[in-house]
């Protein structure tokens, strides 16, 4: 190992390229090692939002779920080429709600709608203004700007952990689902996600039905498309198109945005959602050498990503620290 403080990132969804992004930064040399690179990660396949969602534990989740939206607003919202734009974003209910759990995490005002402004079986909602992330730009600048950086990429998939510890003394681990074979981990489990993509209609906010009788239901229109979803079906590995989820969007899509009812589908797709008890963001040590963990976090990496980037780094700092 020579004088650069050389890391290996595994891993090259949304939480490896941000992780290594912030390590380029903190003037780290990062290579990635990665089974799957953008366009055809995980990450890609999200319609994503900044949007706490199926990630635990929730204190953890709140201020790493602030410090990416603080990020993202202060370090990429001006740029065209990434693809995120603010949305009002709405999640409706059937009953009364309580202050959302997330609301410190989220540094703007949250409103509630009126029932004039809710569709037939809604009573209540939460409305922000928040972050679209346009996955399929956005995958695309993260790479580009890692690049940039000076960090490396290796198409490479690994069986043994023990492969990146003969070569690295810090290894970020952010394999998601990956992490169940290696590193035996039965804690992390997929949640599936079917999406359809459809042309854009003039449709400008996201909806979100996730707990009322529409549940799993949503439409985000992106920069030039508009994704509808979905579903989320817990320990399901098929990530082949179901034509009986793609009805059952549709017809739940009328129902809380009745503007979505005629529309153009351009493609569909499956993405399995790295679930976990509690996102895995620590070190665990490897005889004389780390591995930093960072992964499980379910329907929310994007909505965390640079929070947990953060404090990736910190770990990196205290491990090469004590070498």
């Known amino acids: ?109 949250v409103e ?18 928040s972050i679209v992330i346009d996955t399929s730009l956005y995958m695309d600048y993260l790479m580009e700007t890692f690049k940039s950086l000076g960090g490396q990429v290796i198409q490479k998939e690994i069986k043994d952990i023990k492969e990146a510890l003969q070569e690295y003394d810090v290894v970020v681990n952010c394999t998601g689902l990956g992490s169940r074979e290696l590193f035996n981990d039965d804690k992390i489990y997929p949640v599936r996600g079917q999406m359809i993509k459809i042309k854009p209609t003039g449709f400008d906010e996201v909806v979100v039905d996730d707990e009322g009788p529409n549940n799993l239901c949503l439409a985000v229109p992106r920069v030039n498309d508009i994704m509808l979803g979905g579903t989320a079906q817990v320990n399901d590995w098929n990530t082949e198109v179901d034509s009986k989820d793609t009805e059952e ?3 739940k899509i009328k129902l809380i945005a009745p503007e979505l009812k005629d529309v153009e589908i351009v ?17 665990e040590k490897f005889d004389d050498k780390t591995v930093i963990h960072n992964y499980g976090h379910g329907g929310a990496g994007f909505t965390l990503g640079w929070g947990c980037a953060q404090d990736t780094v910190e770990l990196v700092d205290k491990a090469l620290s004590s070498l």
Do not use: H
């Not at 603010?86 to 005002?109: L, N, S």
């Not at 493609?267 to 070190?283: D, K, T, Y």
């Open 112 to 129: 509630r709608p009126t029932n004039e402004e809710l569709p037939e079986g809604y009573v209540d909602g939460y409305r922000i203004k």
């Open 249 to 251: 969007i549709l017809r």
């Open 267 to 283: 493609s569909e797709s499956v993405g399995l959602r790295p679930a976990r008890e509690a996102i895995r963001l620590e070190a």
């Open 1 to 109: 190992m020579d004088d650069k403080k050389e890391i290996l990132v595994l891993g090259s969804g949304v939480s490896g390229l941000s992780t290594g992004i912030l390590l380029l930064k903190k003037g780290y040399s990062v290579m990635i090692w990665a089974k799957d690179l953008p366009p055809n990660t995980t990450s890609n396949k999200a319609a994503a939002v900044w949007y706490p969602y199926l990630c635990y534990p929730r204190e953890k989740a709140i201020p790493w779920a602030r410090t990416t939206f603080e990020y993202i607003q202060k370090e990429i919202m001006d740029n065209p080429k990434s693809g995120c734009i603010i949305r009002t974003v709405t999640e409706m209910f059937d009953k009364q709600q309580p202050e959302p759990w997330w609301k410190d995490g989220f540094p703007g005002k």
